[in-house]
Every structure is written in C-alpha cells, then in structure tokens.
C-alpha cells in the first residue's frame, strides 16, 4: 500500500484559508445550536467541496474500510496563519505510530482476515477550529449532493468521483479538538477513539456518545496528583493552565478533589491564554505573579507543551532556577522537547504519565524510516530537516535557518537523539481497539463473507460504536484495553522525576509505577532542588493549646492570622470556634467546655445580713410588743386599740419580717412553696387589718354627720370577717397561682452570664419572675393605697380618736418606701447582680413597712403601758351621741386654730362637754398624747 499524498508545500493561508475559518466558526456556532441534520449537510457539502481544494495535505492509504486520523503534526500558527513549526514528538511519532500499527493489523493473519485497512489522516495543527475544518473530510462520503443542475459541457451528467468512507476516526490529541471535531462526528454518527484526550467533560455520553479513549480521563489523574502532593508533604501550591477545555477543567478537578480530600490550599489559580500578542511578556508576567506567593514554590500545570516550554524559559529570565517545584499532567509526561535549553529549570519537575511500556517494535520500525522509505508520510522531509538541523534541496524546504545540506544518509537516533514520545502505545492501542471492534463485528455480520460484506457495509457507526465499547483485549504495554459505559479507559499512571544526566540531557527515570491511584510515594529523588518537599504558607500554626484558630484572609485564601476564640467560644478543630452550651462555659484554654459553677444567695453575704439582722430585730420587737398586748389584754390602751384587729395587724408585721429568711433560704420546692404563700401574705394581713380600721373610724364619724345612729358593721366580730374576706382574695389567687403554675426550681444561667466568661454564674432560684413578684404583691398594694386614701379623708378626726393620724402617718411613709422600691427593682433586673439586689431590696422594703407600722402604731402604747401605767386607767364610759358631739365640736373649733392659744381648743371642749372626764393638765405634751375618748362599750 502506498500513500497517496501531494504537495511540497506546507498547509498554510491562501485566499481560500480565510474563505475556510470563517466557514469552520460558522459550522461550530451551528452544530452548538442543534440545528437540523438537513441544513447542517447543506453547509457541510459546500464546506467540503472548498475542504478537497484547500487541504490537499493529507495521508491516504487505500483499504477495504478506511480510518480516519487526526494528529497535531504541526504547532499552532502566529495570528492569521494556522499552522507553525512541526512538532517532531508529540506530532510525527504518533502520526507514525498509526501507520505502524496499520501495518502490523494489515499483516496479521487472525485479526481482519481478508480485510485490508486503510486511512485518511489529517493535521490539526494544534487548533481546534482549523481541526474541524479538517474533519470535513470525513464526512463527504456521507453527504448526498444534488448535482441534477450540474451538466459537462456536451450537455452529459457529470461523473463524481465517490470519497472513500471513513467508519472511525483516532484521534483527536488536545481535549479542545476532540470536542469541536466530535460535535461534527456524533452528527454522521462517526464513532471516535482518542489516544491522548484526557478532558473530563468528555465522559458526558450524552453529549459525546460517539466518543471514546484508551487514557483515563483527568479526573483519574487529578486525583493521582493530589496524592502526588499530599505525599510529598506539600500543603501550598499554585495552579497553571493552559486555556482551553484540558487545562481548565484538569485545574478544576485539581482544586475540587484537593478541597474534597483537606489540608491543600491552593495559592494561585492562573491562566495562559490562547490567543497572545506577545509571548515574552506574557509568561514573564504570569512568573511575577507566581512570585506574589513566594512561599508557594509548588506548581500544578495542566498545559500543552509550547506553554511548557514558555513558562520554563521564562522562570529562567527572571533568575528563578531551582525556585519552582512543578507537577506537571500528562501533557508534559515523558517529553524532552519542551525542556530544551531549559533544563536546569526543570530540574526536580515531577510529571504524570498514563501508564506506559516503551514499544520497542515501534522504534526499530522508527529509527529505520527515510526518507526513500517512508514517502507515504507528507510530512516526513520536513520533519526529517527539523530532526537533523539541515535542509534538503528539494523545493518548498521551510529551514531557512542552516546551510547545511541534509545527504539523506543520516539515521535517526545515531545522528539525533530519539525517545520514543509516551503516547506511542495509546495510538497503537486506538488502532488496535478500532480493528478488535470491525473483527468481531466482522465475525458476526459476514460470517460466510470473506472480507467485507454489503450488510457491514451498510451497518452504520451506532453498531459500530456498540462493538467498541465491549472490546477487551491485551495492548501493545500487555495491559488491559477496555472501556466503561461513558467511554473512558480504567486510570493507570507512572509518575516521573527529571534530573539531568553527566551528558546534560534530561532523563526521566521513573520512580513509582502505579497500577492504581497512589497514596505515598517516598521514593522521589530532589536532585539539584534546595527543599523538594517543603512548600508551606507563611502564616504560623496556631497554637491549638491557646485555644486559637485560623481566620482566613479575605482575597489570599491559603494565608491566615491566628485569631482567638473569644466570649463563650471553644476551638472546635484548626479554622472553627464554637459556642458553648447554655450551661457551660470554655476552659482555660479554649478546647473545650465545662460546667458553669451554681451560686444562691448565701446566709454570709453582705447582701443576706443586712436584711437578716433588720428581720432578726422585727420579729424581737414584734414579740416583744404582742407579749406586752397578750400580758395588758385588759387594759383600756390595748382594749381602745382594738384587740382583735390589733392581733390581726402583728401577725402581719411578723409575716413581713419571717419572708426574708424564705427569700434567703436555699431554693427547692416546699421553700417555693413557702415563698408564693408568704410573699404578700404578710403586707395583705397587715393592709387588710389597717384598712378595716380606718374605714370603720371613717364611717362612724360620716355617720355622725347625718344621725347619731351608729353605722353597721362596727363590732369587733364583724371587723373581723371584713378582713378576713379581704386575705382570703390574697389566699385564693396564690391558689389558683399553684394550680396554673405548680412551684419549681430552675438554674438561670442568662442572669449571671457576664462577658467575661470566668465570671459567669448559674443562679440557683425558684421558678418565679419578677411579674410574678409584682403581681403577688399587687394586691397588698392596692389595699395599702386604699387605706392611704381613708386614712387622709380622716385626717380631720381629732387625734384623740383611736389613732387616725398615726395611721395615716403609717400608710404615707409606707407609700414613699415602695415607691422607692419599683425603681430600683426593676431598674437592676438585667444587672449581673441581679439577684442579690432585687432580694435584698425587696426583703428591707418589706422590714422597712412593717418597721413603719409597729413604731408608729403600737411603740407610743407600748411606753405608756410599760412606762406610764398611771395613765392606762379607764376613763367614764360616754354615749355615742356624746362622743359624735363632742368630736363634731372640736373639728368646728379646730379650723380655726390661730384665735386660739395651743391647746385652748381642745381644754375648751373637754370643759364643754364634760369637765370630770379631762385629765388634769400636768404637762401639756402628756396630756396630748394619753388623753383619749372612748368609744361606745361596743369597741
């Protein structure tokens, strides 16, 4: 088989490359937009009747079924030219590659029997645009043409001649070409095989159906570089990459999986663009800004080999050798020819290849090619000029840059260095999986038909494609070639290390083979680099025992500052501060918690005995003056004072003084108890009694106004009941109280939580509010303003009758001490010492209403009965009508009191009404205060 090829030119921009790119955006914009098939082959015909006049650089090889073959045997072109130099590795060896396995499938009996394979291969000259243009030519056979207006001169129908069918296509190399040109296959239904496409977005069998690969996609690799670094103990490093679909998404996957699996952080994430003006610049910025981060010496690149290379003779410009740390993806693998002249730079660079064996047919097939041998290959004499550093004398020759002649005699790898480039096998492993695939299909549809049969002819690439993905077989390295439901080949990869050899040219020795992902890998070298595996941030670890944690600094997400948990806060692991439960606060130093310590108000505390001692000294005086009234019970003092109520009143004085020892005690629940039934118990039985006198004093001299009958409800007896149903309305809310809301106590651990958290406390105290306090007391203090509003429509009583005005004196300083207290209660119910502050208040206020009433109302009886008993003598017992009188009289007289000397008024009424029942004047100040009338027997 020959290859039928023209030219001695190099595919490059005439008029009609122009027409051809812009017809090729045209074709991509519509097949992204899903146009119908249609129309689609109405442009695609015109395309490719302007693709067989443009690119007339191609190989062809007759065959039975042709396969197509899309190789970057040339680099990317400056603007407005699409192709550049030829690259030697990375475009000929693989070129190469499938021209040898053809050959060895061609010649070999057991696979394709009687079936002759053929090609048709094409350059993509690195572009993904100028590649789908190219792949026009795979289509033409499939495009129906209508050629009924078409006539030869004679007036004869024309006769075409049919382009050979292409059933598959290897290729392409970069992820970007694969792309375009398989949004073109899919259409035809022209199943695909690449040998060096590593995209992830390519595993989408939705979108890439037709698509297949025998290397892994990135995502395999992404994760074996992870590996890669986290092995080395590298946590700070910077990504690179090359624009475009490989680069992106490989640094996307890169970063995803290092987020995923922890303890990497990605300094810089940065890009190469595709379309440049100046290459110089360019690079030598992107090595500025690495430099930004200059503890961040590890670079993870996912670029093609031209980008490589620039960015390596770039770091060299800025005086960088031996700085940067590079992990470098399949893309650079095993290759020498982005390192040439640059291999100081990279020396130490840890690369990932797919798992590879050296081919050694292959390179006894290579290194014997000539140019007499090997003249199917279009591209060979250019490459042959490229490799030897000459030029040939035949026209069209592109080495302008020697004058040495090339003799046709030199042999590659005697006369130039030659390594075998490390995606040989996958080629040969593409072509072999493409013809393992037309075997079985072979095997099943012409079972009886040597060669190949009209119904696998007209089969079509969707049987086609079913036969590919179920191929297993052995490849050239031995190891498994299989494919998954998406297409893609299981991830195997050795990994590689550069170092430079006595002879100055970078070897790559590899260092851990892998069948699998890795996980460690002690045995890379770093010969000639000053700290191989160090590459950390800046930033000090925070100190863990110090209870601080990594805050992040906006903007540079790999650096940080140590920032203390503060307040309640714990550090719950490296970057995190946690809040504490409600009853803990954190320990000393912040990695964990611990209980908050339960505090009450203790008998010792200042605040305790200062309303213990006033309480203590009540309930003595209170004894002290019941004692006297039980031991003088008899007597016209206490007989005039109202016994009965007057019991009543000091049995609420001493409930007073006896709830500041409950408020005090420790809290459970009978103390609670206690507390709610005691509460206003005490100022209710005190109000109530003090209330019923005054209103009764009140009534009796209203009545006397009107008759001299005396008013109802008077008697002893029925004082009695009237305070009593005014303590039992105390009584039955303080019920309804335990029934709604049974006692109970809590830990308030929001009252005493200070900002400081040392500080803080858990209160130990019963379950009842501060307007639960209110509302207890609310209703002693409606009696108490009750009675403060008798005792001043009283007030012109005269003060001989059954104490009045002490009454009233008692219930104005009583009204001054508990509008004292609201304030102060509520004005410290979010201090820290609450609890102190609202008890104390509220327990001296109570000592200090009951202190009021028994100084004022019972302390004067007191002395005259322990000290004056001349003066606690019965005096004649008088009508009521006589009292009214005489009380009417001297309320006249008392109105005026300026026409009269001090105490004339009174002298004059005692002379009117009855002059043996006035004490004699002994001295004026006695006389005032023991001189009483009685009332009727009834009081």
Known sequence: MKAQGSGGHRPGGGGGAGTMVRLGRLLRLLTLLKLPCCLLELLLSEAARGQEMYAPHSIRLEGDITLGGLFPVHAKGPPGVPCGDIKKENGIHRLEAMLYALDQINSDPELLPNVTLGARILDTCSRDTYALEQSLTFVQALIQKDTSDVRCTNGEPPVFV?????????????????????????????????????????????????????????????????????????????????????????????????????????????????????????????????????????????????????????????????????????????????????????????????????????????TSRTLENNRRNVWFAEYWEENFNCKLTISGSKKEDTDRKCTGQERIGKDSHYEQEGKVQFVIDAVYAMAHALHHMNKDLCADYPGVCPEMEHAGGKKLLKYIRSVNFNGSAGTPVMFNKNGDAPGRYDIFQYHTTEHQHPRIPPRRPVDRLISSSTSMKCSGVKECAKSRPQSAACLASQGERKKMVKGMPCCWHCELCDGYQYQADEVTCLLCSYNERPNENRTGCRSIPIVKLEWHSPWAVIPVFLAMLGIIATIFVMATFIRYNDTPIVRASGRELSYVLLTGIFLCYIITFLMIAKPNVAVCSFRRIFLGLGMCISYAALLTKTNRIYRIFEQGKKSVTAPRLISPTSQLAITSSLISVQLLGVFIWFAVDPPNIIIDYDEQKTMNPDQARGVLKCDITDLQIICSLGYSILLMVTCTVYAIKTRGVPENFNEAKPIGFTMYTTCIVWLAFIPIFFGTAQSAEKLYIQTTTLTISMNLSASVALGMLYMPKVYIIIFHPELNVQKRKRSFKAVVTAATMSSRLSHKPSDRPNGEAKTELCENVDPNNCIPPVRKSVQKSVTWYTLPPTV
């Open 162 to 366: 049919k382009p050979e069918k292409v059933v598959g296509v290897i290729g392409a190399s970069g992820s970007s070409v694969s792309i375009m040109v398989a949004n073109i296959l899919r259409l035809f239904q022209i199943p695909q095989i690449s040998y060096a496409s590593t995209a992830p977005e390519l595993s989408d069998d939705r979108r890439y159906d037709f698509f297949s690969r025998v290397v892994p996609p990135d995502s395999f690799q992404a994760q074996a570089m992870v590996d890669i670094v986290k092995a080395l103990g590298w946590n700070y490093v910077s990504t690179l990459a090359s624009e475009g679909n490989y680069g992106e998404k490989g640094v996307e996957s890169f970063m995803q999986i290092s987020r995923e699996a922890g303890g990497l952080c990605i300094a810089q994430s940065l890009k190469i663009p595709q379309d440049r003006k100046d290459k110089t610049i360019d690079f030598d910025k992107i090595i500025k800004q690495l430099l930004e981060t200059p503890n961040a010496r590890a670079i993870v690149i996912f670029a093609n080999d031209e980008d490589i290379k620039q960015i390596l003779a770039a770091a060299k410009r800025a005086d960088q050798v031996g700085h940067f740390l590079w992990v470098g993806s399949d893309t650079w693998g095993s290759k020498v020819s982005p390192l040439l002249q640059q291999e100081d730079v990279a020396e130490g660079a840890i690369t990932i290849l797919p798992k590879r064996a050296t081919i050694e047919g292959f390179d006894a097939y290579f």
